[in-house]
């Protein structure tokens, strides 16, 4: 039970890891983002963060399930997946909020869906619980994707 819990923990900890890189970059994201044109469908600014801390620990438990299942070598394609849309997901900010392009965000975020459908997929053969987890975070990320769209397209001399 004690290794379960420690494990765990730092698989928390390690997406965690990943969740802050995002947001150093985006050091500005508040008042940039509150200067936008968003769509009325947009969700308020105070919603972002609720929802991504939940989404990551969802995410740390999914790859904590197929890690135990297999190991790192026993799930390597998995967890690389893994690996590269947590990659994917702190790269956004940085095409977003600091590098301020529009269209290299589209591409980044849509870029973030299709590794993070992936993900789910390879998760779910592995452990249908842990693509199950997956699910809200390729929800979340289909409305970012279609956001990041929607708000470029508004703002086309901000992005």
Do not use: H
């Not at 420690?6 to 698989?11: A, E, F, G, I, P």
């Not at 975070?137 to 970012?144: K, Q």
């Amino acid at each position: 039970m004690t290794n379960s819990v420690l494990s765990l923990s730092l698989w928390i900890l390690g997406t965690c890891l990943a969740a802050i890189s995002g947001a150093v970059t985006a050091k500005s994201a508040q008042s940039f983002y509150g200067m936008m044109q968003k769509p009325v469908w947009a969700p308020p600014p105070w919603l972002f963060g609720p929802a991504w801390s939940v989404l990551y620990i969802l995410m740390a438990i999914a790859a904590w399930r197929v890690w135990r299942l297999g190991g790192f070598s026993g799930a390597q394609g998995e967890l690389t997946l893994y690996a590269v849309q947590l990659l994917l997901n702190a790269a956004w900010s940085w095409f977003f909020f600091v590098k301020r392009s529009g269209i290299l965000s589209t591409i980044e975020v849509s870029m973030l869906l299709s590794s993070v459908v992936a993900t789910m997929v390879a998760f779910w053969l592995r452990d249908t619980v842990a693509g199950l987890l997956f699910v809200p975070y390729a929800a979340w990320v289909s409305f970012a994707t279609a956001l990041t769209v929607s708000v470029w397209k508004r703002n086309p001399t901000l992005l």
